[in-house]
């Protein structure tokens, strides 16, 4: 029960401890102007994201909903129904990972799997202990839908931004229902017209839509008012075509490496994508990691990270022999080659202001929910980035870029009350994003206690026959 709810002035001790004894004047006044407050966190290092900086000593006042204050003063604290000390540690935005996939009952039904439900709290698990408050699911489904409006705002899972099903032609590469085949222009305004009346945030594309229902689909989407993301459609005449199309998004950095050449060179590419208001949802982890399958699975299946995987999913497409990257044989040197030429455009295209989105593409075989993230995340500082600017892109960019995270990003008053609470400063070092001291999410304060009993809860679970 919340301090505030005992009509008692509160003094707080470390992170729990409350004791009441009868509220003076002044502390009745704060009480009424910070009556919304349910945690504070005084005397902690803030990085708010706005720039590469540090700000000491301050106080951070969450409502459920919103930050209501930062300040040195810190004096609303008193009123906040917690008190946490951050003393020594450092609070930033919770992170957001812009490209992700989860094992919908569509993903069931279209591997041929058992369909019972499996529990969504336990699949975005491995995203709240790894920092990340925000997930953009580039392929939906309506019970993803249905859990999202089932969790509303709560601590039991990420802020969720869902694509609808992905628009392919005959024949799709991923099975249906994961995919909607269209194979006309009015099959295609049908589909949108209904995924916009479903709720679904944005449009999901493969790259094997033919010309005319592509300009469909990005017609009957700027319609509707929604955003077209996805691959880059093999159809079109010449990336110029693509890139002024009306598609917003782009889900793979590597399509664009693959286009690279003696005609087209690294900064028209930049040019063209500032140009088109366009963001690339980076993903760079990709093609190291097929590399990585085909030189050195054992030590990829052995990793700690995995157990929190299903083994629905893990037997369907991860591991032998039904994973797809080993089935088809291909030369490891022209992943290896890719991944370099991908992660050459990094550098150039993010100081172009080209809207880099850092993006896992969990659960692309073998990459994990959560952990994914933060692999992208040194991969980008590998391909040149500072630690400041790699976080930019789980942050500050998508704020700034993308439909549906216009309020997390920053940590500033006004924006959603979505935090990390952390030992040391990942300006410095990213490593401590893996093992917060704290999430808040919606205002709730998930210690690491907490944290390590989800995973733990998570874990056992998918163990389950
Ligand atoms: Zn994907």
Redesign the pocket.
């Known amino acids: 029960m919340s301090c505030l709810l005992r009509a008692a002035a509160i003094i707080c001790f470390g992170v729990t401890a409350c004791q009441s004894s009868a509220p003076t004047n002044q502390e009745h006044q704060l009480q009424h102007e910070y009556k919304e407050c349910v945690l504070a966190v005084t005397n902690v290092n803030v990085i708010p994201m706005t720039d590469n900086l540090v700000i000491s000593g301050q106080t951070v006042l969450f409502g459920q909903s919103e930050i209501i204050e930062i300040s040195k003063k810190g004096t609303g604290a008193v009123a906040c129904d917690r008190i946490v000390d951050g003393k020594n540690r450092y609070l930033m935005p919770g992170l957001n990972d812009l490209?992700t996939?989860v094992e919908n009952t569509a993903f069931q039904q279209g591997f041929g799997l058992p369909t019972e439900t499996l529990p969504y709290d336990i699949l975005l698990t491995p995203y709240l202990v790894n920092s990340i408050t925000g997930i953009r699911i580039?392929s939906g489904s309506p019970d993803l839908l249905a859990y999202r409006e089932s969790v509303g705002h709560s601590d039991r899972a990420p802020h969720l931004v869902v694509a609808s099903p992905m628009l392919s032609a005959t024949p799709p590469v991923l099975p249906e229902p994961v995919t909607r085949i269209v194979d006309d222009p009015s099959a295609a305004r049908a589909a949108i017209r209904d995924y916009a009346e479903a709720g679904y945030d944005f449009i999901k594309i493969r790259r094997n839509l033919s010309l005319p229902v592509y300009e469909a689909v990005i017609e009957e989407a700027h319609l509707v008012g929604m955003h077209v993301d996805g691959h880059v459609t093999q159809a079109a005449a010449g990336l110029d075509a693509l890139l002024s199309s009306g598609q917003v998004g782009f889900?793979h950095l590597d399509e664009f490496a693959l286009r690279i050449s003696d005609e087209l060179a690294i900064e028209n590419l930049a040019e063209m994508l500032v140009e088109c208001g366009c963001y690339v949802s980076t993903a760079i982890g990709v093609m190291p990691n097929i590399a990585e399958q085909i030189k050195n699975y054992d030590s990829l299946v052995a990793r700690e990270e995995m157990q929190v995987m299903h083994p629905l999913l893990t037997n369907a497409f991860w591991l032998k022999p039904n994973n797809p990257y080993l089935r088809e044989g291909a030369p490891v040197e022209f992943f290896d080659d890719l991944a370099q030429k991908t992660s050459d455009l990094v550098r150039p295209l993010y100081d172009a202001g080209v809207p880099l989105l850092a993006g896992s593409?969990a659960i692309?075989p073998m990459i994990v929910p959560g952990y994914g993230l933060l692999d992208e995340l040194d991969l980008l500082v590998e391909a040149g980035l500072s630690p400041f600017e790699a976080l930019r892109t789980a942050t500050a960019i998508p704020a700034k870029s993308v439909p549906g995270f216009e309020q997390s990003g920053f940590l500033e008053k006004g924006r959603k009350s979505n935090a990390v609470l952390l030992a040391s400063n990942p300006l410095a070092d990213l490593a401590v994003l893996g093992a917060p001291d704290a999430v808040i999410l919606d205002g709730s304060y998930l210690d690491q206690q907490t944290l390590k009993g989800r995973l733990n809860e998570a874990i056992k679970t998918v163990k389950q026959p």
Do not use: M
């Open positions: 490209h996939h580039l889900a593409d692309n």
